[in-house]
């Protein structure tokens, strides 16, 4: 259990997460041609139960698969409003198409962008980890905060702490908004051991 996660984890979870996510902010802004940053992340540990806190009405639940090098998964949580403007963007809009519900179209255009998002966070993480790491095509769920049942099958098991890592997210001058990763607890702590023995590796060369 790392529920009282200590400084050190929470600097190595903080320090994997910025290097991955960090490289994806380029990804991305060569998907919506306006300058992207994604911003040093929070670290902290919640219950299963906290997840959504944050948000109102509808979210956007991306979840990574893990196939190569790491085993495991993981969500991004994105706003409905953050998703619109991202995708009317990336479809040769200004960002300012955000009326109405999101349609097949804009959830496949979100799904490529965090395809290749994650994927460049995937690289990133062979050359953190010292091993090839690869994802699948990202599933994207959009959900109703009211109900987490969608939520809750992403993660069957007897997981209920989640490492909840908080970047703030600018997309050029139309967007200043956060971007939730949700690690479950035996992933997160996986993560940590692989980079502490990456660390030990590299000292002994």
């Known amino acids: 259990m790392i529920y009282n996660l200590t400084d050190e984890q929470i600097d190595i979870l ?4 910025n290097i991955s996510m960090g490289n994806s902010a380029t990804s991305l802004s060569m998907m919506v041609n306006k300058r992207v940053e994604i911003t040093t992340p929070k670290v902290k540990v919640i219950k299963r139960s906290e997840a959504l806190d944050d948000y109102e009405k509808t979210c956007i639940f991306v979840q990574i ?9 993981n969500v991004l ?37 965090m395809n290749q998002m994650m994927g460049t966070a995937a690289t990133s993480l062979s050359t953190l980890f010292g091993v090839t790491t690869d994802i699948s095509t990202p599933e994207v769920n959009m959900i109703d905060v009211e109900s987490v049942k969608v939520f809750e099958k992403m993660f ?9 890592i908080a970047f703030k997210m600018t997309v050029g001058d139309l967007l200043n908004s956060t971007m939730v990763q949700l690690y479950p607890e035996d992933f997160a702590t996986g993560m940590i051991e692989r980079f502490r023995e990456r660390e030990a590796a590299l000292k002994k060369e």
């Open 77 to 113: 949580i994105l706003k409905e409003h953050d998703v619109k403007v991202m995708t009317d963007l990336m479809m040769g809009g200004d960002g300012s198409n955000t009326a109405g519900e999101l349609g097949e179209l804009q959830l496949s255009a979100v799904s490529e962008a």
């Open 156 to 164: 069957e098991g007897k997981n209920d702490n989640f490492v909840k």
């Open 14 to 17: 903080g320090e994997i997460a």
């Open 65 to 73: 698969h893990y196939i190569r090098g790491i085993e495991g998964n």
